[in-house]
């Protein structure tokens, strides 16, 4: 009797609307990444996606980028097939969100993605204020901004105008400094 319960055309067009609400929204993120993945500049941006059943299907988006240095950020997206809602925490509060609207997390994707530049230099800023609080040379702080250029683990690694950025924010605190 269950699986003619499942075949009534009203479950399966929700079934089917849900699928295709899934893959288009795949397909907009894939192209919404395509311009930003694996480069440094934004932390070497990759996504995985997994699966599970949990009340229903989850699937998960996981968007993963490093800050530089290497410390590794992380957004998840969440598409809960039962309810055809995609979960994520939103970037200004951090409180879960659930939105119907694929149009909407995409959106909040590409915000994310255009303040990743921002978050990793102002992550650079707080290691130079941190490396200047301990008292360390100028020379000192060019050559632990170089450290990062040089790594091997890319999204930890410094882009030529992150580097400029740095140099010149190292140079800044050091004229401070003598003037006070």
């Not at 990444?33 to 699966?51: E, F, I, T």
């Amino acid at each position: 009797m269950a699986s003619a319960a499942f075949l009534r055309p009203g479950i399966v067009c929700a079934i089917m609307s849900s699928i295709a609400t899934l893959q288009a929204w795949e397909q907009g993120l894939e192209r919404l990444l395509a311009d930003y993945k694996y480069r440094v500049g934004y932390g070497n941006l990759r996504a995985q996606r997994s699966q599970w059943d949990r009340d229903g299907e989850v699937i998960n988006f996981a968007l993963v980028y490093e800050l530089p240095g290497g410390s590794t950020s992380q957004v998840n997206i969440e598409y809960h097939s039962g309810e055809d809602c995609f979960r994520f925490l939103a970037p200004e509060t951090t409180e879960e969100q659930c939105s119907r609207e694929p149009e909407a997390v995409l959106s909040m994707v590409r915000d994310t993605i255009a303040r990743i530049p921002a978050r990793r230099m102002q992550r650079l800023r707080e290691d130079i204020n941190r490396w200047f609080g301990q008292g360390k040379s100028s020379h000192d702080m060019f050559l632990e901004i170089n450290k990062l250029l040089q790594t091997d683990f890319k999204g930890g690694s410094l882009t030529h105008q992150e580097l400029k950025a740095g140099v010149n924010y190292i140079l800044e605190l050091g004229k401070q400094n003598r003037a006070d």
